[in-house]
Structures are given as C-alpha cells and as structure tokens.
C-alpha cells in the first residue's frame, strides 16, 4: 500500500469550549494529522472559537480544561495559534498591546496563543494544502 | 481559488453573519474570487426596510452594500428560500441574483465557508 503525500493543513476553529465540541474535534484532528505525517501549519480562532484562547478559563477540576490541553499541544508541536483580532477584541479576549491601546484593566489571552487579524486566514487559504473548519453546535 | 461564503442565519440574532462577512470582505481586499450566498433564513440579509437602530445594532444593509465595491464578485441568493421568505429578486435590498442550489452550483466554487 502506497503512502499519500504529505498534506499542510489550517484549522479554522469557530466554536466555543464548553458550548460545543469543535476545540475538542479539532484536538484529536490536529493529533491525528500529525500521527499520520502530515503538518500543521497553523490554527485559527475565530468566531467564538476564541474563548479558546483565554487564559481565564477555568474549569471544574474533573472537567477537561480544553484551553490548557490545546496551549500544551501548541506548545510542544511548535504550532502557531492566532485568534482573530475582532473577534477576541468583541468578545474580551485581549493581549497586553490591545489592553493598553483600550486602556483596559487586564489582557487574557493564553500562552502561545496570538492575535492577528482574517489576514493570516486569507494567506492561510493561499498556503495550506488544506483548510479545516470546526464549527459551533447548532 | 474562488470561495463561497455563505450566510444561511437571520441577521441580528447573532454575529455569524457578520464574521462571514468579514471573511468575504477580507478575501477580496487580498484580490482573491469571493462570492457571497444568502440561502435558508440568510436570504433576510436582503430584505428592504430593515430597522436595526430599533435593536440597537448596525443595519446590515450598509455593511453589504459596500460589498461590490470591496471587490466581493457577487451577491447570489437562494430562489426557494426567496419563495419561502416571500422575497422576490426585485425587492431586495441589494442586487442580488436568483439561484438554485444545485450540486452544481457549489461545484464552481474551490471551497465553501459556512460558520
């Protein structure tokens, strides 16, 4: 049995921890994906796919703290992770550099987590052999 | 690449719609093909006469309005779910072209984007 080629993928991750099962379909994706050669070249949060990205959340401690697990695995695949800017920003994901332009009282956003804005998902559509999209439970 | 974004929610009930556009206006602020498609309750995006300023929200007419001239190639919508909604192509906010959605349709397109 031959072997198929080795495939670049982007994860568009736009449902939210606990309210869906997209940051956790994508998790066992994005390990799965790896497992099989495959590369990943970045993760996207968008949508309310960001609340993935704070650092505030926190769990009962007999629930899975998906925010910990996907930075861990960030983390030692060497993945760059981006949440989308304008989403983060409306819905009070923010960096150090946005608290200070908003003259906020504090910035959230997990380790190794980024903002940047649909520019990095437009190159990303340019780049990636493929685009995946997890989406929020209707 | 050509893509398809589609909004197939009510506007105003949430911000999916808005964020799918946000997708389409970016994709052609980088030049790349971008078509929008209003399908099942999305077709309301159209609709005339809207009065968001009564829900304390920005009308979606103005955003899309500006999607031609951002580059967006063209606003489709959903000619059974115009029926459904009792909208027809010469009442709709915006021009708007009738479609079926056929496998064919989706075939034109290099990939599809529903939030």
């Known amino acids: 049995m031959t072997r198929s ?13 606990y309210t869906s099962q997209a940051p956790q379909s ?8 790896i497992s099989g050669g495959h590369k990943l070249d970045r993760v996207f949060l968008y949508g309310d796919g960001v609340y993935l ?14 925010t910990q697990l996907w930075s861990e695995f960030l ?13 983060a920003l409306r819905r009070g994901i ?43 439970t209707d | 690449m050509h893509t398809l974004i589609v909004i197939d929610r009510l506007p105003y009930g949430d911000w999916h719609g808005r964020e799918a556009l946000d997708m389409a206006f970016s994709l052609a602020a980088f030049d790349r093909p971008v078509t929008l498609l209003f399908r099942g309750a999305g077709v309301n995006w159209l609709r005339p006469g809207q009065s968001a300023d009564q829900l304390s929200q920005k009308s979606v007419e103005r955003n899309l309005s500006a999607a031609t001239i951002f580059g967006v190639s063209a606003l489709l919508a959903d000619k059974a779910a115009l029926r459904q909604y009792r909208l027809s192509s010469d009442q709709l906010s915006q021009s708007a072209s009738e479609t079926d959605l056929t496998p064919a349709f989706y075939k034109q397109f290099d990939a599809v984007v529903v939030l």
């Open chain 1, 94 to 136: 923010l960096d150090s550099a946005e608290q200070t332009r908003y003259e906020q009282p504090a910035s959230n956003i997990a380790e190794p987590f980024e903002m940047a804005g649909l520019g990095d998902w437009v190159e990303a559509t340019m780049t990636s052999s493929r685009i995946l999209y997890f989406l929020p």
């Open chain 1, 5 to 17: 080629p080795a495939l670049s993928y982007t994860l568009v991750i736009s449902g939210a921890p």
């Open chain 1, 75 to 87: 983390m030692q695949t060497r993945t760059p992770a981006v949440a989308c800017i304008a989403s």
């Open chain 1, 53 to 66: 990205a704070s650092s505030l959340v926190t769990p009962p401690s007999d629930e899975v703290n998906w």
């Open chain 1, 26 to 33: 994508a998790l066992a994706f994005a390990k799965a994906l």
